[in-house]
């Protein structure tokens, strides 16, 4: 509807792959810190680097992982990475009903570079990755690639313990695995204690805000940033307040635009 009505709009949280699509989104941009086409990406770049051309995915059911999947199938299919193979486990598998599966064996005859794309990253995989090394798939004959899809809430490593000790057996589970993640995936110092020291030096409280939902802050402050710059350069150029009007005018405006966003 925003597009039919020219109005701009601005997804300031992670959202599906589908809005990329600016045929029928055409008044939207993103302030996102990570998409699921972006990480799909550099997981194909590393396919590339080494020559792999074919690949296992293993995902889960349900919508999330669905929909992440089929990013990752988009980009491989266009770019020539062939999908030999797919294995589903439900949502809330554990290791051992992985392992009562039979789709280790499965994998095991058919796949050597495993992708690996679930709902819930840290917690699936973490079983997934112990089923392997139970059963003694964790060998060099095999490559697991882990791209890092969360949701905007932060996320430690899996070998990180709720008291935030590091759990060295589950570390080894991920011995032979390619973590792909962004330049900030676990380090809280890059977003979260900057964020704390702004918000504390405008006189705010962090105990009136909510830290789980850290990225939540920073996008919307990023997109009403964003929004403002891309009105003022449009009403700049045209000197007419009418064309604020225009979505798909101050959607052009707003591509690619840099500025020095809330951290």
């Not at 997804?11 to 941009?29: C, E, L, N, P």
């Not at 995989?125 to 090394?133: G, L, R």
């Not at 009007?245 to 591509?255: P, S």
Request: proline share 2%; glycine share 4%; hydrophobic share 45%.
């Amino acid at each position: 509807m925003a597009a039919y009505w020219n109005v701009p709009i601005i997804g300031y949280m992670a959202s599906s792959t589908a809005f990329a699509d600016k045929t029928i989104y055409k008044t939207q941009a993103r302030v996102s810190l990570r998409t699921t086409n972006s990480l799909a990406l550099a997981v194909f770049a590393v396919l590339k680097h080494y020559s792999w051309n074919r690949v296992a995915v293993v995902t889960n059911t349900g919508t999330m992982a669905f929909e992440r999947t089929a990013a990752f199938e988009e980009i491989f299919h266009n770019r020539g990475i062939s999908v030999v193979k797919k294995f589903m486990f439900d949502e809330n598998s554990d290791s051992k009903s992985i392992i009562s599966s039979g789709y280790l064996n499965d994998m095991k005859n058919n796949a050597r570079v495993i992708i690996c794309i679930f709902s819930s990253t840290r917690d699936m995989s973490k079983e997934f990755m112990q089923a392997v090394h139970t059963q003694g798939l964790n060998t060099h004959d095999f490559v697991y690639i882990l791209p890092w899809l969360q949701a905007e809430a932060k996320e430690s490593q899996p070998w990180i313990g709720s008291d935030g000790q590091l759990q060295a057996n589950i570390k080894t589970y991920f011995s032979n695995t390619l973590i792909i993640d962004d330049v900030n995936g676990f380090d809280n110092a890059v977003v979260v204690t900057p964020f704390k020291e702004r918000i504390e030096a405008n006189g705010i409280s962090v105990d009136d805000l909510n830290l789980q939902n850290i990225y939540g802050y920073i996008h919307l402050y990023d997109s009403l940033k964003l929004y403002a710059l891309a009105a003022r350069a449009v009403l700049n150029e045209t000197g007419d307040p009418k064309s604020l009007n225009d979505g798909k005018l101050i959607w052009n405006k707003m591509r690619k635009m840099t500025f020095l966003e809330a951290i």
